[in-house]
């Protein structure tokens, strides 16, 4: 039996304002990764960056590689549902749930590829159940960024958001 598997990739472009070298959007990257920071994606999804891959020959104008992580950021405050009832979860039986805030569930492992020299960060928009489109990665990477250029540490970045 064959069996199809469906890869969908899209592509974001990413420049920066003057000055935007190759190695600066290195920088860029790895700055951001710093950030460790939690950026949410509607009212469900949220998203850090997971990890950062630089040029392994040293070159700043090679391929930089890495990962999102997508997932479920629960608002434990939001009604429970109790599915043996089918009703709305007692109190007492929400007071019982005990997840720890550094837990969060539904990790899906968005693996991307940015080429420095021409500003291109190609991703794995879908593959199996893991996903994040394009409009969704583009806020997310605006609002990293952003973060750095408030910060004063880069000109302002642009791209297809």
Known sequence: MITTRTVKISALNIAMHQPHSSKKYVELFKDAKKLNQLVRLGSLHGAILGSISPPKDGNSSSVLTGEIYRFVKLD?????????????????????????????????????VFKPAVHELWFISQDRKDRMGPQAAAKFFQYLFDSLVVAGRYPEIEGPF
């Open 76 to 112: 434990p405050n939001e009604p429970w549902f109790n599915v043996e009832t089918s009703d709305v979860a007692s109190d007492d039986e929400v007071r019982r749930i005990s997840i720890p805030s550094h837990l969060l569930p539904h990790l899906q492992r968005i693996e991307f």
